[in-house]
């Protein structure tokens, strides 16, 4: 992999963008192992989650249990702990919520879901999954949030909905419509990973970039020569998701070979 485009946390990178989250990680490391008591995060995505294994291997008495609802979820709350301590499920702090809506005359989709948590003024670090079996939805959010929640959160999209809390037993089987497949890039810019991931022109793809419509990691970017790196999830408006599930190396004919996971829209 040439230098410029290498991307590895083991040799110390981080994106600098990356710094207040590997800071906020390590000052509950460095609780964890001083005060010998189990340190809970806020929702990880995958990327954060590579950023804090790689950051714990540091540590040879700490270790991190994740939970997000489920046994696949995507995003998780993490407990640092040390090494002999086994958490329960309570102690991750997670409720489960399944939304209640008109069915006959509503079709909910994630993004309105989404839409709705973030601007009733929850964080997005504050909840985790938001999962269909292609009728039924649910969520995950903090546990100290259920008050706030149940009273904010009355409409999504033009629908008023009902909040019902639920157990973990009483969870949905999720459908899931990505897809797993190899791509091979050029570069592992962010425009030339879309355009090949959805058969796009690198300049509109570049376009979606530079016009906001493109997040990394769920952050905006308007960067379109960013490289990805491992764990990367590119969300495209109006296309779908991409998360980078491994770089495998280079083809014969010197491109980037990529595992990834697609989601059309």
Do not use: C
Not at 18 to 38: A, C, H, N, W
Not at 100 to 112: D, I, S, T, V
Not at 181 to 187: A, K, L, T
Not at 200 to 224: D, F, I, M, P, Y
């Amino acid at each position: 992999m040439a230098d410029k485009e290498k991307i590895s946390l083991n040799s110390g990178f981080f994106r600098p963008e990356e710094k207040p989250f590997v800071d906020r990680i390590g000052d509950l490391l460095l609780k964890s192992q001083t005060m010998y008591t189990p340190q809970l995060t806020d929702f990880l995505n995958k990327r954060e989650q590579l950023i804090l294994n790689n950051l714990i291997n540091k540590y040879d008495d700490l270790f991190v249990h994740y939970f997000g609802g489920y046994e696949d979820a995507e995003r998780v709350r993490g407990i640092i702990a040390p090494d002999y301590f086994v958490p329960k499920e309570s102690d991750f702090k997670v409720s489960m919520y399944e939304i209640r809506y008109p069915e006959k005359f509503a079709n909910l989709h994630h993004g309105q879901i989404l839409g709705s948590l973030t601007g009733s003024g929850v964080d997005r670090d504050h909840f985790g999954d938001i999962i269909t079996d292609g009728e039924r939805w649910q969520f995950f959010v903090f546990d100290q949030m259920d008050d706030y929640i149940e009273e904010q959160v009355t409409k999504i999209g033009p629908y008023k909905i009902h909040l019902i809390q639920k157990d973990f037993t009483d969870l949905l089987l999720p459908r899931d419509d990505s897809v797993d497949e190899d791509i091979r890039v050029q570069s592992l810019r962010i425009d030339t990973v879309i355009a090949t991931a959805y058969d796009l022109s690198r300049q509109v793809a570049k376009s979606l970039v530079e016009h906001g419509k493109v997040q990394l990691n769920w952050a905006n970017t308007r960067n379109a020569s960013e490289f990805i790196t491992m764990s990367d999830t590119l969300s495209v408006r109006g296309y779908g998701r991409i998360r980078i599930n491994d770089i495998m190396g280079k083809s014969r004919n010197n491109k980037y070979i990529l595992f990834v996971n697609v989601i059309n829209k």
